[in-house]
């Protein structure tokens, strides 16, 4: 059990209910630091650690039993209920008894301090835009708490992607340092004006970046506790998926929230169009790349009156390789176009793997066998394929960005993602 200043960080919750499923005897650890000592109020922490340690066990207790526990209020009470079921899930009843519990319990105080555009906006539009929808959405969410003593976890409004482009742009340099001392400096008047900060180390804090710069903003001691949600999620960068979440990353339209659903016939066994961004796609583009292979589509650049989103619909599967950093919309694309998505990648968890078994639905190719990349999706049998292909269909639902958002859309399974990791985090009273 590893341990840290602030208390006990357990291993993921659903390590644990795997684990519980070989022993129903296992139970939450509870030793903590006898040294640490705080002044606030010991009363409201521990009613908001019992809340989290009732919902621990009821997670627990629907996984044991693999049964749902389906509430019936005016929110949840319709015909359009969904349970989570199937294959794509790596525990359907854990899962959904552990977002059920979120509704009923998670509540997210966003902090006032900063003023626009650095804080609490970030982009709507483009490939960075789950951050500016998740800082929104937060603004006005059902989860938002009325008080910060309500509060299970904090946001840190900040927003990188405007920080680089309103502080790198006119002074025409990239010296990380500058993104660093202005995140630091609003952890330090937040940690000034309130307790929460300190009184965890941070742990119970989160920060929201899906630029490529995100990791940077959050380096050193000060946020060794910090909760990230990051698009460029790459381990071999300090990620740390049992503390770290993958915020997926979407190229929201400029008219629209979503990517057109897009039905064809397909006629092609792989495709990708993209620049030759990073060592990855520079060895896949060096391989396939104007092979003259109908069955394998690389493009760096696309035919003349190509449609991109047109071509991905006619492919078995979309291939979706890192670039500079890790993250790829590309895997969002695939399942508007009705595509198996292919991870070629390294150091990448995929978004909600917490929850979501992404064998079940995509396929990873390691980056050293990409010149076999042919021979290892055409051995991939037609009847799994097209469970492949139902599942992409079936599992869309996550990804698939509203405001407000929906039950189990893509901004409440990036809440679910934290309230997870809270769960993994108890503040000593």
Request: positive net charge.
């Amino acid at each position: 059990m590893e341990k840290s200043k602030f208390g006990v960080l357990y291993p993921s919750i659903f390590l644990i209910l795997f684990i519980s499923f070989l022993n129903f005897h296992f139970h939450f650890l509870s030793s903590w630091p006898s040294t640490l000592t705080y002044n606030h109020n010991q009363i409201r922490v521990g009613k908001i650690e019992q809340e989290l340690s009732e919902a621990r066990a009821a997670i627990l207790e629907a996984a044991r039993r693999r049964t749902y526990n389906i509430l019936n209020n005016n929110h949840n009470h319709t015909t359009n209920y969904f349970i989570p079921r199937g294959s794509i899930y790596r525990n359907p009843y854990a899962f959904h008894q552990s977002y059920i519990e979120m509704e009923k319990r998670f509540k997210i105080w966003v902090y006032k301090e900063g003023e626009p555009p650095l804080f609490h906006l970030g982009p709507s539009k483009n490939i960075y835009s789950t951050e500016g929808h998740v800082i929104s959405e937060l603004h006005r969410s059902r989860l938002s708490a009325a008080h910060p003593d309500d509060a299970h976890a904090f946001l840190l409004p900040v927003s990188v992607t405007n920080i680089v482009h309103y502080l790198y742009r006119p002074h025409g340099d990239y010296h990380r340092s500058r993104l660093r001392t202005v995140v630091r400096d609003y952890v330090t008047v937040v940690a000034r004006n309130h307790p929460y900060w300190n009184r965890s180390s941070g742990a119970d804090h989160f920060l929201v970046s899906c630029h490529d710069w995100g990791p940077y903003a959050t380096a050193g001691g000060l946020f060794d506790h910090l909760i990230r949600v990051l698009c460029n999620a790459n381990v071999s960068e300090g990620f740390q998926p049992r503390r770290d979440a993958t915020l997926p990353e979407i190229n929201v339209p400029a008219s629209a929230l979503n990517q057109p659903d897009m039905n064809a016939s397909k006629s092609v066994l792989a495709f990708f169009a993209g620049g030759a961004h990073g060592a990855i796609r520079e060895a896949l583009l060096r391989r396939w790349k104007g092979v003259g292979d109908g069955d394998v589509q690389v493009h760096e650049y696309l035919p003349k009156n190509a449609s991109y989103m047109g071509l991905m619909a006619r492919a078995k599967y979309c291939l979706c390789p890192s670039g500079y950093e890790v993250a790829s919309p590309r895997l969002v694309e695939a399942m508007h176009a009705g595509c198996v998505p292919v991870i070629i990648s390294e150091g990448y968890p995929p978004p909600f793997s917490d929850v979501l078994d992404w064998s079940a639905f995509s396929v990873e190719i390691p980056v050293g066998r990409i010149a076999e990349m042919k021979e290892i999706l055409e051995g991939i049998g037609e009847e799994e394929y097209e469970e492949k292909r139902r599942r992409v269909a079936e599992v869309k639902r996550h990804f698939v960005m509203n405001r407000p958002a929906r039950r189990y859309d893509v901004l409440n399974m990036v809440f679910h993602s934290v309230w997870l990791r809270r769960l993994n985090v108890r503040i000593p009273i």
